[in-house]
């Protein structure tokens, strides 16, 4: 019994030999991993010295990270708060200059490479230009996904080049390239959707470019006819002048610039194929998340402006999470997004300690980053509306001065219709002058459409008066009502919306007559406008000649866009005609009712 038990002690205990080896080995580790941490640290030292004292080290890429941050401060809150979900409509231009703005819609593809055993693939594209990037979101398991989304890059000069590289997604391992294109922006203009062929073996994108000239409304431009600081850029020095030396993880790991601080600081993870955990950073611009899982680094930026709405998980109990909704053109943040039913971008992010309290800090960055942005407008408003009163007096003193030099400004007004897409219809006369077309058929006094409606049995007519428009000029006004469908893929009837648009040349012998039709209840309704214009010119003292174009605007994309349009042209062309030869007959009964009404009270007087 003895002779076993020490035969176990002596097989399950070490000898001394071995727990030498272990101890020496273990020593000999720890030593290395000390060495590497000196040497590691004495390597960032020497870094912001080299740059010029505490500085820390700038390279192209937070240079441009800053630009494109300071870009996305400077575009203002205003949709945020009156019209949600809405793609940007105006992007303010980098510090210096007035730049173009670049709006690429990412469509769809088709044939692209099974990255997976089974012949599948889980893509997402990377747009870049220049130093900007824009991720699209990851569609699962597709070789022909369906994107529809839209990217803003802000640009200082043309040309440049437009880059879309389409991944397959993969949580553990790399992402594979699956294909890329490169495409070449010249000038301002705008292309349909097009095909562009990838440089791998198979595989094409779809894509529609469009580029613009931004609005000069940045702090440089301000300040060079103002002459005063935004309040942003004086809470800014405040910063500068309060910030301790060193580095926080926006700089080292998101390279934002160094006026960015961290406001809060939370542990949670990022909800994709399963959960990534990371820590997430609030900042005064940025809402900013870094995982790494895996080897996996995942960077997500989020500027506060992007941000729609903020929700939380009614199962708080199992996993309480907190989903982040962006507006529509929104991009550039690090990794592929979600897709919610109704289309909007997403980001959920769950495992928090305390979910209410990120909540809480979340609504509160929002709130404050409003009323930042909302102080500067007013202030901007105050200051513009200040040298506005004093070109007036200026002018008004030159006009006392100098009699008799009136000076006009040019005012261009925005096309209330897209022309490239109109086509000749029909030229014929109207017998009568574009004063009298307005007065009798289209006057707020007129019963024409009340009368053309009831003859086509639609319903719900309601026509608003005419106001003057500064942005088109002219007069405008909005008509409403129900029509009957004769087609068998529509319902019985549709609520139809119609903007009318008048203007008068200066002598009154030219009218140009605008609308915009839209159905509502059809299929893809929503995706296009029938464009329409009425030039009158006045040929004699009693009739003026007609030339009607018309033309469907698509707004967006659609599988049926040559059916719609040639079904819409063809429909519209015939009730235009219509239109015209009620109105000949409606005028040609108006004078005669007139004409008689006058020959009865020149009977009646004595």
Request: hydrophobic share 35%; glycine share 6%; with cysteine.
């Amino acid at each position: 019994m003895g002779q076993c038990l020490s035969w176990a002690l002596g097989l399950l205990l070490p000898s001394l030999w071995e727990a030498e080896v272990a101890i020496s080995a273990t020593a000999l580790l720890i030593a290395a991993f000390v060495l590497f941490l000196l040497t590691s640290d004495q390597q960032h030292a020497k870094q912001p010295a080299a740059n010029g004292g505490g500085e820390p080290p700038a390279s192209s890429s937070s240079h441009s990270s800053a630009a494109t941050a300071a870009c996305h401060r400077d575009a203002g809150l205003g949709r945020r708060s009156g019209a949600r979900g809405r793609a940007v409509s105006e992007i303010t231009c980098a510090p210096g200059a007035c730049g173009y703005v670049i709006k690429l819609e990412l469509l769809s593809a088709k044939y692209l490479i099974g990255a997976n055993l089974d012949g599948s693939s889980d893509p997402f594209a990377v747009i870049s230009c220049g130093e900007q990037k824009r991720f699209s979101s990851m569609v699962p398991s597709p070789r022909n996904p369906l994107w529809g989304e839209e990217f803003n890059f802000l640009v200082d000069q043309l040309p440049v080049e437009v880059t879309i590289t389409i991944y397959d997604w993969d949580t553990v391992c790399k992402c594979k390239v699956i294909g890329s294109v490169t495409i070449a922006v010249l000038s301002e203009d705008e292309t349909g959707a097009s095909w562009y062929e990838l440089d791998s073996k198979f595989g094409q994108i779809c894509l529609r470019l469009r580029s613009t000239k931004a609005f000069p409304d940045s702090d440089s431009f301000f300040e060079e006819y103002t002459g005063v600081e935004s309040p942003r850029k004086m809470i800014l020095k405040k910063q500068r002048q309060v910030m301790i030396e060193g580095i926080g993880p926006l700089q080292t790991i998101y390279k934002l610039p160094h006026d960015e601080i961290v406001h809060q600081s939370y542990s949670c993870a990022l909800e994709r194929c399963f959960l990534h955990h990371g820590r997430m950073y609030i900042s005064q611009w940025h809402l900013c998340f870094h995982s790494n899982v895996f080897s996996k680094q995942l960077t997500v930026i989020i500027p506060l402006q992007d941000i729609d709405e903020i929700k939380r998980s009614q199962h708080s109990l199992i996993n309480p999470a907190i989903t982040i909704f962006l507006n529509a053109g929104s991009g550039g943040h690090g990794t592929p997004r979600s897709c919610s039913q109704n289309g909007r971008v997403r980001y959920t992010f769950a495992s928090f300690w305390s979910r209410n309290r990120t909540f809480r800090a979340l609504e509160t960055a929002l709130q404050s980053y409003e009323a930042t942005l909302e102080a500067e407008k007013q202030v901007r408003a105050h200051v513009l509306l200040q040298q506005e009163r004093n070109s007036v007096l200026s002018s008004k003193t030159d006009s006392t001065k100098t009699p008799g030099k009136n000076i006009e400004k040019a005012i261009t007004f925005q096309p209330f219709i897209n022309e490239h897409v109109l086509a000749d219809v029909t030229s014929k006369f109207f017998p009568g002058t574009p004063e009298k077309f307005f007065s009798t058929i289209l006057g707020d006094n007129s019963l024409f459409f009340q009368q053309y409606r009831d003859a086509r049995k639609d319903t719900d007519l309601k026509l608003s008066k005419w106001c003057a428009s500064k942005e088109y000029g002219g007069k405008v006004r909005e008509v409403t009502f129900r029509s009957q469908c004769h087609s068998p893929l529509c319902p019985p009837d549709t609520a139809v919306t119609e903007w009318q648009h008048a203007a008068f040349s200066k002598e009154k012998r030219n009218l140009i007559y605008e609308t915009k039709h839209q159905a509502h209840d059809v299929p893809f309704g929503s995706y296009f406008e029938i464009h329409c214009r009425w030039s009158l010119r006045t040929t004699s003292s009693s009739t003026c000649q007609v030339n009607i174009k018309i033309g469907v605007n698509m707004k967006k994309w659609c599988i049926l866009q040559s059916r719609i349009k040639s079904g819409a042209t063809d429909e519209y062309r015939r009730e235009v005609c219509k239109i015209l030869e009620a109105a000949c007959d409606y005028f040609l009964k108006s004078e005669s009712n007139s004409h008689d009404s006058d020959e009865i009270v020149m009977a009646s007087s004595p």
